[in-house]
């Protein structure tokens, strides 16, 4: 593939309302949208800049600036050219769209791989006070799956505890977000466990995890920040059972596809994730979410308004995105 045209720029997407996690809030989605042509089709890609990562939309897109005199530039050279992270990941997601637009066919159909219909998602509660989280359950009460925003301080069982009150049918995971230190995780989780909760996300900061070793593992633990490509898996072997897979953290879906694949065969169970971002920046994941066992794909929901030709969300499902979105 030669003579590629490749653009990138900033979008703003306001959300809803403000949504808060243990390192802050915010009140917009800013994206980069990558698009490839070759001048006769046009394959789109979309990313989220991760600030944890100290990543900008004008680092991402210096990223992509920094390639576009390229030659013969494919997804293989893609992954030689830029590190893991959101940059590759919307340049990645571009050009399998691309593929994807120039063969006529759905991008399952040319990778095999297996899709369904419909996947259900979880719902995300923002970090906040127990009344104002519950109030944000009862109001979502018949959402199959919620997944709380905590914040390590002592009102995370409160907060648990209000939410499963306001939804007592609805099955729970929680994300601490790197924000618990190890006396606050044996302190809680007993009563995690006796409140349902099915699955805790990066309890501990990303350099201090190695602490999982020695902890007792009640609900399974599943990691984000700790893991985001391959080359990660060994040092999480003995500490998590669970891998969060985000494209913006694998650097797109040719490394997300090699991740899950690995994960699998190295006995973790695997939960598709994402950032506050539109349904082309979910379309992708979409595809993995298939066979996954947890999927965390509600970003589009989050916003005050999608893109057209969104992902269709009913009822906490998700189907499959249309030829004009994506793939």
Request: proline share 5%.
């Amino acid at each position: 593939m030669t003579a590629l045209l490749i653009e990138a720029r900033e979008e703003t997407w306001p959300l809803k309302e403000v949504f808060r996690i243990a390192r802050g809030a915010c009140t917009e989605a800013r994206v980069v949208v990558v698009t490839v042509s070759n001048g006769e089709h046009t394959g789109r890609g979309e990313c989220v800049p991760i600030a944890r990562y100290n990543q900008s939309t004008e680092s991402v897109i210096a990223q992509i600036e920094s390639i576009k005199g390229e030659k013969s530039l494919d997804r293989q050279h893609v992954q030689e050219l830029l590190p893991a992270g959101a940059a590759r990941n919307a340049l990645d997601c571009a050009l399998w769209d691309l593929q994807a637009k120039i063969s006529g066919k759905r991008l399952w159909e040319l990778t095999n791989i297996p899709v369904v219909p419909e996947v259900v998602t979880t719902l995300t509660i923002s970090l906040d006070t127990e009344a104002k989280m519950a109030a944000a359950a009862m109001a979502n009460a018949t959402a199959p799956i919620l997944k709380l925003k905590l914040g390590g301080d002592d009102l995370d069982l409160a907060r648990v505890k209000a939410v499963r009150e306001a939804a007592p049918a609805a099955r729970l995971l929680i994300d601490a977000n790197e924000s618990w230190s190890p006396e606050h995780y044996e302190e809680i989780v007993p009563a995690l466990k006796e409140s349902g909760v099915a699955l805790i996300e990066q309890p501990f900061p990303a350099d201090a995890d190695e602490v999982l070793e020695t902890l007792d593992h009640l609900i399974p633990v599943c990691a984000d920040e700790s893991c985001h490509t391959t080359a990660d898996l060994p040092r999480v072997k003995n500490r998590y059972e669970i891998i969060n897979v985000k494209l913006d953290k694998t650097g797109g879906l040719t490394e997300a596809l090699r991740l899950c694949e690995r994960a699998r065969e190295s006995g973790f169970k695997l939960l598709i994730g994402c950032m506050v971002c539109t349904s082309l920046g979910i379309a992708p994941a979409r595809l993995l979410a298939s066979t996954a066992d947890y999927v965390d794909l509600d970003g589009p929901l989050l916003l005050a308004r999608d893109r057209r030709h969104g992902l269709a969300y009913e009822n906490g499902r998700i189907g499959l995105p249309s030829r004009q979105l994506w793939g």
